[in-house]
Nanobody, 128 residues
Framework: QLQLVESGGGLVQPGGSLRLSCVGSGFPLNAHAIAWFRQAPGKEREGVSCVSGSGGTTNYADSVKGRFTTFRDNAKNTVYLQMNNLKPEDSAVYYC?????????????????????WGQGTQVTVAS
């Protein structure tokens, strides 16, 4: 069974950058599409980005396009979320989630509940 662990969150000023990591174990990460979700207090969990198992296909929520980039290093069993020009509204707990590629494709708009594997989350706070 795939296990995911996120890291890299923290406190950053508006306009700053953070890189989140999602490390997989227990199963080859390249057999899974990996999405990043975020959830702020009182809000629904929303998709931020998604990358295919090969890394060849990515898509992003409109709110982060041009600022966030997701990419993977399958040799390290790791998926990254590079976040630039952060805004206070980006503050949330960020989760990575895995979807078995043999079941089909997913996108950033796929409902969170279709993803079978989740990390514990990492807090991102953007404040001056």
């Amino acid at each position: 069974q795939l296990q995911l662990v996120e890291s890299g969150g923290g406190l950053v000023q508006p306009g700053g950058s953070l890189r989140l990591s999602c490390v997989g174990s227990g199963f080859p990460l390249n057999a899974h599409a990996i999405a990043w979700f975020r959830q702020a207090p009182g809000k629904e969990r929303e998709g931020v980005s998604c990358v295919s198992g090969s890394g060849g296909t990515t898509n992003y929520a409109d709110s982060v396009k041009g600022r966030f980039t997701t990419f993977r290093d399958n040799a390290k069993n790791t998926v990254y979320l590079q976040m630039n020009n952060l805004k206070p509204e980006d503050s949330a707990v960020y989760y990575c989630a895995g979807y078995e590629a043999f079941r089909g494709s997913v996108t950033v708009a796929t409902t969170p509940w279709r993803f079978d594997y989740w990390g514990q989350g990492t807090q991102v706070t953007v404040a001056s």
